[in-house]
């Protein structure tokens, strides 16, 4: 049975509703407002298709109740009731937002008319947005290139969980994509208007992660000379991306699993529960059951982040992706730098699928790019050799190069253990798939050591 079209009529004259109520065909379901405080009371329980409001009432004028209609719901068409002659009012009504505007007195028929016309707007504004969220779609999904079946069932999930609310947990290792799909829970999200803040948890020291995330007052520590909000004010309406979660300091665990179970907190330093409104994503490239068991990570809010798992496979395991992940990064840095490096040789093509990619993605693209910007894919060879000398330089037959005329064994010595330190250093975060805490504890050093012996060995993923 078709559905009848809902249409809320405010006006305070009650023969308009009905007289639209018998002269309309029965297509139309006609409910009335005498005013606008009903008429907003109306609009938010029985969620009309179209408002019928005249300009002209005592109290609120229409103008007023036509600026409350389209801040509760701005893709809702309204069309004016108007005496003749009211041009200024008109004129006015439109640029808020009005669809139409019909004379009174009116015949039905013209009414029924404009209507139409309205309804078939709205039909061609929904349609219109679809095709532009399908397009945005589509090109946010040209950033996670794959084909693969591993790539395939990411994408589904991605699908299937992007308009819910639950809490998605990405994970795999560093460089395989996560922000690519974090980001594209949002961009497919009812959020996707709103914006998604990102807090790389390992990237920030721990002393400083509770006041970013959660803001402090005026007062709260030393050199707190002014409230702060926090990023999960920031977020509110929108996405919270919580990278490298793995990292984050036990202490904090329990307040992020308030805001997950309460949509709560309370700043640095303050009394009063803050509520929120957000969508959360996390990703990491720890194993978290490991880390339970070490009593590095809550097993509740293991729990509470697991509603949705997206697991994110290494490209190693996805071989038959490189070919198109070669070209996409070849289109996509030859527009970039205006360079025409079309394709590669077989031969080139060949070891780049044969590599294991310790980095993943990431690394692949930077290959890519340098090649492009170089214009040489002689790049290939020598950036696998060096990537296999990293595994073998710490060899004990390995002897570090030595300029001509330079004997002295001070500086062999401390060359060499410069050299060693580097390649160790490289070795670690290679193991640990880039994550610098867990780097910084096998190599027995603070995180801030490691942090600047990356920096000053200019060491990068």
Request: charged share 30%.
């Amino acid at each position: 049975m078709k559905k009848a079209v809902k249409i809320l009529v405010i006006d305070d004259d009650p023969k308009v509703p009905w007289i639209l109520s018998e002269g309309l065909s029965d297509d139309y379901e006609i409910i009335s407002a005498r005013d606008g405080d009903e008429g907003m009371e109306i609009l938010a329980k029985d969620k009309p298709d179209l408002v019928l409001l005249d300009i002209k009432m005592p109290g609120k004028s229409g103008i007023e109740i036509l600026e409350n209609v389209k801040s509760f719901d701005k893709q809702l068409n309204v069309i004016m009731l108007s005496g003749h002659g009211d041009t200024k009012n008109i004129v006015k009504s439109i640029k808020k937002g009005a669809s139409e505007f019909i004379n009174k007195p009116f015949d039905v028929k013209e009414v029924e008319i404009h209507i139409q016309n309205a309804l078939e707007k709205n039909r061609l504004q929904q349609e219109l947005s679809k095709l532009r969220n399908e397009l945005k779609a589509k090109s946010h999904y040209e950033e996670l290139v794959g084909d693969n079946p591993g790539m395939i069932e990411v994408k589904s999930i991605i699908e299937q969980v992007a308009a819910s609310e639950l809490t998605v947990l990405i994970r795999g290792e560093s460089g395989t994509g996560k922000e690519i799909v974090a980001r594209l829970i949002h961009n497919l999200s009812d959020r996707k208007n709103e914006s998604i803040t990102k807090v790389n948890c390992a990237a920030i020291p721990r002393e400083l992660l509770e006041a970013e995330l959660f803001g402090y007052e005026k007062g709260a520590f030393t050199g707190a000379h002014k409230t702060k909000p926090g990023r999960f004010e920031i977020a509110s309406k929108g996405t919270m991306f919580l990278d490298e979660i793995g990292d984050m300091p036990m202490e904090l665990q329990s307040k992020l699993l308030q805001v997950l179970e309460q949509r709560e907190f309370m700043r640095v330093g303050g009394v009063k529960t803050i509520k929120v409104d957000v969508r959360i994503v996390c990703a990491t490239n720890r194993n978290l059951e490991k880390a339970i068991e070490n009593k590095e990570f809550r097993d509740d809010l293991f729990y509470r982040l697991n509603e949705i798992t997206i697991n994110i496979p290494p490209l190693r395991e996805r071989r038959d992706d490189i070919p198109l992940l070669v070209d996409h990064f070849l289109n996509k840095y030859n527009k970039l730098y205006k360079r025409e490096v079309n394709s590669l040789s077989s031969k080139a093509l060949k070891t780049i699928i044969d590599y294991d990619w310790p980095g993943n993605v990431r690394q692949l693209e930077n290959l890519i790019k340098q090649i492009v910007v170089r214009n040489e894919e002689g790049i290939v060879y020598s950036f696998l050799e060096n990537s296999d000398q990293k595994v073998t330089a710490s060899s004990p037959n390995y002897t570090p190069p030595m300029e001509d005329g330079d004997y002295s064994l001070k500086k062999r010595v401390a060359k060499a253990v410069e050299f060693e330190e580097k390649n160790l250093i490289k070795n670690v975060l290679n193991k640990t798939n880039w994550n610098r805490r867990k780097a910084a504890e096998l190599l027995g050093i603070s995180y801030r050591s490691l942090l600047y012996k990356i920096k000053d060995y200019s060491i990068s993923n």
